[in-house]
Nanobody
Framework: VQLQASGGGSVQLGGSLRLSCAAS????????MAWFRQAPGKEREFVAG????????LYAESVQGRFNLTTDDAQNTVYLQMNSLKPEDTAVYYC?????????????????WGQGTLVTVSS
């Protein structure tokens, strides 16, 4: 199983970015896909998760209403659209996959991880 994250970059306060996580190596139709982030000196934290089939989603309170998850079945890709970005959103973002039936904020329940992509938001 491979997860390839991309789309990070530098934006100013209020800007937008779209992160992509391309999955390969197995069928993900029954999996949960999620994004976590880790800022310097901080623990890795949950950002958002989605069940591939059915579209059930879960968002961290800090990004609710600003971030949105979508899936592209044909491309086996999950997208995280990030709007109204703030400096506190600055972090390395990681995508992850789990065989659970619904998204969870517990990072230890995600078996598969992609490499990180850096998001920097300046004021």
């Amino acid at each position: 199983v491979q997860l390839q994250a991309s789309g990070g970059g530098s934006v100013q306060l209020g800007g937008s970015l779209r992160l992509s996580c391309a999955a390969s190596g197995r069928t993900f139709s029954h999996h949960i896909m999620a994004w976590f982030r880790q800022a310097p000196g901080k623990e890795r934290e949950f950002v958002a998760g989605i069940r591939w089939s059915g579209g059930m989603t879960l968002y961290a309170e800090s990004v609710q209403g600003r971030f949105n998850l979508t899936t592209d079945d044909a491309q086996n890709t999950v997208y995280l659209q990030m709007n109204s970005l703030k400096p506190e959103d600055t972090a390395v973002y990681y995508c992850a996959a789990s065989t659970l039936s619904r998204p969870t904020m517990n990072r230890y329940l995600y078996r598969f991880w992609g490499q990180g992509t850096l998001v920097t938001v300046s004021s």
